[in-house]
């Protein structure tokens, strides 16, 4: 894997370092690869606090219209069976009783 150096990257007339700048890095290197994201991928940019807060409501939006988690980890990693059941309800513990703790205690119950 290729690791840039911040330093490489000059920031634009924007004043903020800009991902197309990397990516063109990445492909003078022949390291750049490429995936297509599939029918219900979202690429949101988060570099003003405007495009933050439109991202934050976007996933809020997706999360309780659907009831699921947007990028839940520990989802994720039970799906890829890279987690057992037993080790998220073992670290449930330690999150209490939080909205995320619940998602978790509902899925880990689904799949049982």
């Not at 988060?46 to 997706?62: C, D, M, R, V, Y």
């Not at 659907?66 to 080790?87: D, F, H």
Request: glycine share 6%.
């Amino acid at each position: 894997m290729l690791l840039i150096s911040q330093k490489k990257l000059l920031p634009s007339e924007r004043g903020e370092l800009e991902i197309t700048d990397l990516n063109r890095v990445y492909l003078e290197n022949n390291t750049l690869s490429v995936a297509q994201l599939g029918r219900g991928s979202a690429w949101l940019d988060t570099g003003t606090h405007e495009s933050l807060i439109e991202a934050g409501q976007f996933i809020h939006a997706i999360e309780t219209r659907q009831g699921l988690k947007v990028a839940c980890l520990e989802e994720i990693a039970l799906n890829n069976a890279w987690i057992t059941r037993k080790k998220i309800n073992e670290a449930l513990s330690e999150l209490g009783e939080t909205p995320y703790a619940k998602y978790l205690k509902e899925i880990t119950n689904d799949q049982a």
